[in-house]
T-cell receptor, first 116, second 111 residues
Framework: AQSVTQLDSQVPVFEEAPVELRCNYS??????LFWYVQYPNQGLQLLLK??????LVKGINGFEAEFNKSQTSFHLRKPSVHISDTAEYFC??????????????FGTGTRLQVTL | DTGVSQDPRHKITKRGQNVTFRCDPI?????LYWYRQTLGQGPEFLTY????????KSRLLSDRFSAERPKGSFSTLEIQRTEQGDSAMYLC?????????FGPGTRLTVL
């Protein structure tokens, strides 16, 4: 079984400032890692994913994340945020065995609030 | 690709009524998932289909819930005798290989 911890339920930040949203996971098997963004009353949009290879992955809208296996973390970063980045961000994991359901296990989310 | 679509987007019902939601996955995605998201929480897995076969169900999926994917294309999720605790966003996702793509969700409100 896997679990995901997003310690920060809310992160307030000023526009054009950098931001980091933290994600830690626990799993007894190899995992894929994902960040999704959810705008109000909408579904989830994929920001980026780590499957294998380089531990630094780049996604849409200028976001990037770094996989750290020893710390079991996958923190999301953006060097300069915009008002339009205000949303709920979810970190998720799935196992890598394509023979199983590979369902996603989500964290509880981090609300990023960008203000002027 | 037109993306994953879900219908309806919003449903308000009275306690005890039955409701049915539909999900149309991205074409040729043979894996389909249903999740439930309550306020302030991340989505929780409900069930998984590979083609028309329902291969996994969560403990969250009580016997009042049933899901089908009759021809391996669209899927339906039915909730019988709805309860106020069923109020949530119901999300559908489809997956070709390693990444799940989500629909806009159906928000259910049980009065």
């Amino acid at each position: 079984a896997q679990s995901v911890t997003q310690l920060d339920s809310q992160v307030p930040v000023f526009e054009e400032a950098p931001v980091e949203l933290r994600c830690n996971y626990s799993s007894s098997v190899s995992v894929y890692l994902f960040w999704y963004v959810q705008y109000p009353n909408q579904g989830l949009q994929l920001l980026l994913k780590y499957l294998s290879g380089s531990t630094l992955v780049k996604g849409i809208n200028g976001f990037e994340a770094e996989f750290n296996k020893s710390q079991t973390s996958f923190h999301l970063r953006k060097p300069s945020v915009h008002i339009s980045d205000t949303a709920e961000y979810f970190c998720a994991v799935s196992d890598t065995n394509t023979g199983t359901a590979s369902k996603l296990t989500f964290g509880t989310g981090t609300r990023l609030q960008v203000t002027l | 690709d037109t993306g994953v679509s879900q219908d309806p987007r919003h449903k308000i019902t009275k306690r005890g009524q039955n409701v049915t939601f539909r999900c149309d996955p991205i074409s040729e995605h043979n894996r389909l998932y249903w999740y439930r998201q309550t306020l302030g929480q991340g989505p929780e897995f409900l069930t998984y289909f590979q083609n028309e076969a329902q291969l996994e169900k969560s403990r969250l999926l009580s016997d009042r819930f049933s899901a089908e994917r009759p021809k391996g294309s669209f899927s339906t999720l039915e909730i019988q005798r709805t309860e106020q605790g069923d109020s949530a966003m119901y999300l559908c996702a489809s997956r070709p290989w390693d990444t799940q793509y989500f629909g806009p969700g159906t928000r259910l409100t049980v009065l």
